[in-house]
Structures are given as C-alpha cells and as structure tokens.
C-alpha cells in the first residue's frame, strides 16, 4: 500500500513538473538554458535556492546528527551566512562586471587557458560527484520503501529518476529550473513544518513543550570550545562553513547560475541576504526534529536504526502514520529534484562553455551539442550513483564535504589568488599545482591519523586553498606582472 502512494505522488509530483516546464519552455535557445535571458525575479531565486542547498540529504541526514554531534552542525551553518556575505560582496561584483556565463571563464582572463581548463574541470568533478551522492540517498530511500517490494533493479530506479529531471529540464534549462526550484522549496519546507506538526501532536507537546523537550535531550550543545581535538570544535566548524560556503556556493557554477540569471547585481546580492539568513532557522528545525524523533523513540521503546540517515525514513514510513508518509514523500522528493536538476543544468551549462566552447559554434549547432552533453552527464548521474551504492558505508553529507575538501581546494586557492594578489604565475604549472595540492592533503590526513591519531575534518578545504595559493605564489615568483583581469602570457 505504501509503495503504491509513493509511487502515485511521484506521479502526480512530476506532472506539475512537467507543466511548469511546458509554460517557461516556450522559447528554448543557449542563452535562455544557461541564463534565463537575465530575467528572473530575485526573490524567486532566493527562495528557490533554499531547497537547492538543503537537498534530499540534508532532509535525512540532519535529523540524525543528534545521535552523534547534538546540535553542534549550527556552528558550521553560523559560518555558512557569514560566507554568503563574502560572495554578496566580493564575488558577486566581479561576475556581473565580466558578465559571465561560465563564471571560470574569469580564470582564463586572470591567469590564462590552462587555468581556466583547470578550474571548469575541478568543478565538474565535484559538481557531478556531489550532485549524485545528494540524489543517490532519495533513490536509495525510494528503492528500499518502493520499488524493492516489486523486484525492480536499483540501476533501473536510479535511470527512471534522472529520465524524469531530464525530461522537465532539457528544453530550457536555468529558466525552468528558477521556477521548478521554488515550487519543490515551498513543498520541502511545508513537508519538514508538517511533519514536525504531526510528531509533537503525538507526543502531545506545544510549543514549551518542544523547547523544554529539546533543552532536557542531553542533545541540545551547540557550542564546543574547550576541545581542539573534536571535529566539532567551534572554531573548525564555524571557519569551515565559511570557505565550504564560499567554495560549494561563490565558486560553484549551479548556485552562481541562478544568480547571474537577474538582471541586476543589486537584486542578486538581495537574493543572497535572503537565502543566508533563511539557512539557519531551516536548519534548526531538522535538528529540532532529529531529537524529537529520538526522544519519541525512547518513549516508544522503538530501536534506532544503526545508519543515521535512515531514521527519519524509518519513523516516516512504519511508526507516524499516513500524514508523515504522506509529507515526507513530497518533502524527499521536492529536496532531490530540486537539487539534482540546477546541477544537471549547471554541470550541462559549465561542460558546454568551459571543456566544448559552444560559443564559437553557429546557434544551431551549439543547441545540438548543448542537447546531446545534457544526455551525457544524465547518464554520467546514473553511473555515479550505482558506484556510490556499491561503496557507501558512511554518512552521506559528511562524505560530501569530505569530497568537497579535496576538490574543491584548488579553486579556493586559484580565485582567491587571482582576486587579491598581483602576481603573474606561469599558467603551464597551474594544473600541476592544482592536483598537487590535494595529494599532499591526502598524505598530510594520512600522516597525522598515523603519528597522532588526528583526521583532519572539514579543515581540509582550507589547508588544500592555502597549498594551492603557496603553490601558484611560487610560481609567479620572478615574473612582472600585477593584477589584471587580462595578464600577459
């Protein structure tokens, strides 16, 4: 019975996908794919952009961090709304004056071709890894709660769902995906208000009640000051968020897309405001839910599943009746395709401009190229997703921004050197440094889990930037030159 709800909300879900692409999909050409034609509203971007950045993972995953972490990840989102400024400020500015579409076009302008190459790869790297792993945990839930019960191969889910993205999104990309995006924000986040609504209905609790619920959890430290060993020492968490915002966000090509798609800089830094503060009161509540699940659990006597992502699907599926389902399915749903589908556009967008140069191509064959490396990475998402299936054996956000560590390091490093040094580095060594500095990170992680039994956690990112503008410093030494959007070769 439930599978077969599921299944029907899916249905019923991707229709209203399907018409919302058939009433911004009227004009269909590059510009109107990779930019909306510059017309988007920006408090539709804003709004939009919530449900981009919580994805399917943050819906299960944050709920569980309790189990292990209390409340401590608000220390990583505290960092998250100060990185958002930088970009408003910094970032922001410099992508509306060089009028990008591809915003590594700008390191081709700064240090030269190889560097450009360099950056659009180490995103599209990133990009479709992390994408894949936000939709692998909805395809994941879907298999094990649908189509598991009907014998149909997890490969064969894994293809139907990214058909579905696919279908909605090829013929206009980044104007449909505005729109669509807003949509799934406002049935994601309904979903995560209802479900906590139903929850405290059943443990008969009102407001008070769930603050003195969540202060009495034993799960309610947010703040860790006094330990420089933890992952989650203040400090760690609160810096990382920062560059893990500046990087997964201001460098990523997905997020920046939707910006660039306003028309002015002013409108898109208000979008950016916007999104940076409602980050943090969404994310409390998923927490707040995590330890009302747990604290129902204890009074339930029910057994709490060994897997942290899996806990609120569990609870959602076998123990809060029909509405949960119900919301849940919606809300899982919404937080995948909104994710997976700007990335999708983005990855399309970033792997035309960047590694095809559709640019120098007439209209028509530039929108048939354009077409055929949407097919592409769709079938890329797919693969990457079995592979993640066969390997994964941790918690998924945290493989994340593991992942985002290593690779996004070098375009930390390379834009932040191309923004605030003068230097000139010789653009031939720029790939090599790039893939330099996160083998040394790797050896570095490995030598101090050895000698001190210290892993290194989301510090990562920011030892990885800070190789990259050693490395790029070193090889500008020498070299006349000063900042300059068009440095001499």
Known sequence: MNGTVILLIIVIYFAFLMLISHLTGRKSDNDTFFL?????????????????????????????MPLSIDMTYLQTVLGFTV???????????LYYKLNLTSIYTYLEKRFGRNAYKTGASFFLL???????????IVVLILQRFVFDAWNVPFVVTSTVIVALIWLYSHRSGIKTIVWTDALQTAFLLGALVLIIWQLTDKMQLDFPGVVNTVRNSGMDRIFVFDDWQTKQNFFKQFFSGIFITIVMTGLDQDMMQKNLSIRTLKASQKNMYFYGVAFLPVNLLFLVLGILLITFAGQQQIAIPALSDEMLPLFATQYLGFPVLLFFCIGIIAAA???????????????????????????????????????????????????????????????????????????????????????????????????LSPTLCFGLDFLLRELYGYKLGYEMLMINGALTFVGLYLVALGRDGKKSLCPES
């Open 83 to 93: 990185g958002y400024l930088v970009i408003a400020k910094i970032l922001l500015p």
């Open 126 to 136: 990133s990009k479709i890894i992390g994408a894949a792993a936000r939709l692998y």
């Open 337 to 435: 395709f909104s994710s997976a589908d700007s990335a999708l556009t983005a990855l399309t967008t970033s792997f035309c401009v960047d590694i095809l140069e559709v640019g120098r191509y007439p209209a028509s064959k530039a929108v048939l190229w354009r077409k055929r490396a949407h097919v592409f990475i769709s079938l890329l998402f797919v693969i990457i997703i079995c592979v993640i299936r066969a390997v994964n054996d941790k918690s998924i956000i945290d493989a994340i921004y593991m992942i985002a560590g290593y690779t996004y390091g070098p375009l930390l490093g390379l834009f932040s050197y191309g923004l605030f040094m003068h230097g000139n580095p010789r653009d031939k060594w720029i790939p090599y440094i790039a893939l």
């Open 36 to 64: 909306g034609g510059k017309q988007s509203p920006w408090f539709l971007v804003a709004f939009g952009m919530i449900g981009t950045s919580i994805s399917g993972v943050t819906f299960v995953s944050v709920p569980g």
